[in-house]
């Protein structure tokens, strides 16, 4: 299955997407004469307020609340029904033994492009 929203004219040109999934970002339409923006029928949807996840279920990965964890300390605070996820600004070291300890205290980590 496709993406859902698609920028104008990413069926036509290869700057936007055409062969090329990583260009195909979501842009408003704002041109005068623009089907999309009018919402006609056969062209690509745009995002609307109905498109939204319910509540409950939002800021979830895989279903269960997740934790960004920069030092030893917020790991240790960490419960067993959380995620947790690694914070960017960590060094490869530093990364190594949050990995280490999370393992001994049997917490699922999540990498930081998933979701969070």
Excluded: D
């Amino acid at each position: 299955m496709g993406k859902k929203f698609l920028r104008s004219e990413t069926v036509r040109l290869l700057r936007l997407g055409k062969k090329r999934r990583k260009l195909q970002k979501w842009r408003k339409p704002r041109g005068r004469h623009s089907k999309i923006r009018k919402k006609r029928f056969g062209y690509p949807l745009s995002p609307s307020i109905g498109y939204k996840k319910p509540r409950s279920s939002s800021g979830l990965i895989r279903g269960k609340a997740h934790l960004l964890v920069r030092n030893i300390g917020e790991l240790e605070r960490a419960g067993k029904n959380l995620r947790i996820v690694l914070s960017r600004r960590l060094g490869a070291k530093k990364r190594l033994e949050l990995l280490k300890k999370a393992a001994e205290m049997g917490l699922e980590v999540v990498t930081a492009g998933v979701g969070a």
